[in-house]
């Protein structure tokens, strides 16, 4: 089935319904690392600004950056901003994406190659077996210093779907790309990820996801 650009953008609000489109997502889930007056995320941020400076020394102090929470002193990190990932992808390149201990609901995340021109934008997911489904709203942040690490505090707030554990996450940026048959035109990956997600789990066609991953726009990570 091949929808015109119109068509197309009718079925995304009316599958998405309380799901975030990408105007809501632009206006409502920004995530602002460098400030709280305006920081939309909600919840408790890290250092006062939702990001922890990292150094080779790990101490804490003026110009030193700050030790690692014992929250996420699980994850491997990189103080130096170039090594010590414990992920690679296509997409993204080297990074870091890590579940506190203490909420599901609280990821933290760094890369390597900074991302300066769109914004980065994490799906909350849950997988059994071989099948994974979001359960929750897209929250989206600039990630332009490799040096920091970036929590981010997640929303499981998909009907039907928020009561199921948070053990994996879809990361994407912003940004947008063709995507073929039977999408068959330009989209921004995140509403294409949600459209074919609403798309599957309403008609039982997974065509629109079989596009969506060929373009190969994304990074999933199981906890």
Known sequence: ??????????????????????????????????????????????????????????????????????????????????????????????????????????LYIQIKNPVTNVQVCLIPTSSSGSSSVYIGEPRCLMLNDNKRVYKVNMIKNRPNFSHLPLNGVMIMKDEQHFYPYPFNQNALSPDAYIFCSQYLAQYGYGGYCESFKSVGAYTYKQF
Request: a negative charge; hydrophobic letters at 25%; aromatic letters at 6%.
């Open 1 to 106: 089935m091949k929808l015109a650009p119109l068509t197309f953008s009718i079925l995304l609000l009316s599958l998405v319904g309380c799901d975030s489109a990408r105007d809501a997502r632009k206006t409502r889930f920004d995530y602002s690392p460098f400030g709280t007056s305006n920081s939309t995320t909600g919840g408790n941020q890290t250092g006062g600004d939702g990001t922890i400076v990292l150094d080779n020394g790990g101490g804490t102090g003026s110009g030193s950056g700050t030790t690692i929470p014992t929250e996420i002193d699980h994850c491997s990190w990189a103080p130096d901003g170039l090594n010590g990932f414990s992920s690679t992808s296509t997409h993204l390149g080297s990074y870091t994406v890590c579940q506190s201990k203490n909420a599901q609901t609280d």
